[in-house]
């Protein structure tokens, strides 16, 4: 599975739309692109998934660029309960395990 | 969507003891489950994939001794921590993946057993 590399942290005001980018330039064309976050001594939650179509459900946007080396997470209207390491992680479409790397610290903010 | 449970949530454990978490997929059946560890402000790492009615198959430098998994029915696969000690204080996850339907492309986890070794 394809490597990504997401910034460590970022901050964002409560409201406001949070943009989380993720690079994974080594994709291949069989490999789907997916979001989970982590909330504080939970579980991981599943966010989104694509392959190259941009995706939207009723918690975030996934926009997967045309070359598909990087995308990015949108969560519209960010709340405060939306703070948690968001992990974008490749993986191949029949590849069962979900192999994480360091995430980003999204931090909402009043 | 698809719910994976845990059990215990928490445990504490004398050190040399054996503990062991539970992970079920509750509404659906799961021939593969996997098996993950996490220290404080690291991600997750895969330790070991769990497949029904065979043996599991461990990441490199897990051992397979200390850590035993079982996974004897589609919906329960096991952890034992063998011979606990205090650096095996960890959060432990599982999850599992839905086999077929329109499920069956996203993993679901449990959420997460915080064992303590003392």
């Known amino acids: 599975d394809a490597k990504t590399t997401q910034p460590p942290s970022m901050d964002c005001a409560e409201g406001r739309a949070a943009n989380l980018p993720c690079n994974h330039s080594t994709i291949s064309g069989n490999e789907y692109v997916y979001w989970y976050r982590q909330i504080h001594s939970q579980g991981p939650q599943y966010i989104i998934h694509g392959l190259k179509n941009n995706e939207t459900n009723e918690m975030a946007s996934l926009i997967i660029t045309e070359d598909r080396k990087s995308s990015t997470l949108i969560l519209p209207h960010a709340t405060l309960r939306d703070t948690a390491v968001y992990y974008c992680i490749v993986r191949k479409w029949n590849n069962n395990d979900m192999r994480f790397g360091a995430g980003t610290r999204l931090t909402v903010k009043p | 969507g698809a719910v994976v449970s845990q059990h215990p949530s928490r445990v504490i454990c004398k050190s040399g003891t054996s503990v062991k978490i539970e992970c079920r997929s509750l509404?659906?059946?799961?021939?593969?489950m996997f098996w993950y560890r996490q220290f404080p402000k690291q991600s997750l790492m895969l330790m070991a994939t769990s497949n029904e009615g065979s043996k599991a198959t461990y990441e490199q430098g897990v051992e397979k001794d200390k850590f035993l998994i079982n996974h004897a029915s589609l919906t329960l696969s096991t952890l034992t921590v063998t011979s606990a000690h205090p650096e095996d204080s960890s959060f432990y996850i599982c999850?599992?993946?839905?086999?077929?339907?329109?499920?069956?492309?996203?993993?679901?986890f449990g959420q997460g057993t915080r064992l303590t070794v003392v």
């Open positions: 509404d659906f059946q799961a021939t593969t």
């Open positions: 999850s599992a993946n839905p086999q077929g339907g329109v499920l069956n492309t996203e993993a679901f």
